[in-house]
């Protein structure tokens, strides 16, 4: 069966950090790239960005630089490391499998406010 469930969000000032993270199962994970995508209220899901099997990352511009994402295959984990917060990046963030999957998790609640 196959499950995503990602954690580590909360509320933050801008400027500040979170490490999300996002454990799969079912997904043959070391096989395949992992995305993740963020939702804002009364917005469309977007991509925030991937890391491929190999480990190349790719990133939205607005996140370069500023967002980091990593992987571990023993743990079937992904990660994604955010500094320099800002307002714009409020969102629920979720992860998925390249291609993804169906299925959803619950996502995590970032919300980044003075």
């Known amino acids: 069966q196959v499950q995503f469930v990602e954690s580590g969000g909360g509320l933050v000032r801008p400027g500040g950090s979170l490490r999300l993270s996002c454990a799969a199962s079912?997904?043959?994970?070391?096989?395949?790239?992992m995305v993740w995508y963020r939702q804002a209220p009364g917005k469309q899901r977007e991509w925030v960005g991937q890391v491929l099997n190999t480990g190349t990352t790719n990133y939205r511009s607005s996140v370069k630089g500023r967002f980091t994402i990593s992987r571990d295959n023993a743990k079937n984990t992904v990660y994604l490391q955010m500094n320099s917060l800002e307002p714009e990046d409020t969102a629920v963030y979720y992860c998925?499998?390249?291609?993804?999957?169906?299925?959803w998790g619950q996502g995590t609640q970032v919300a980044v406010s003075s």
């Open positions: 079912g997904v043959d994970f070391a096989r395949y790239g």
């Open positions: 998925n499998r390249l291609p993804n999957l169906p299925s």
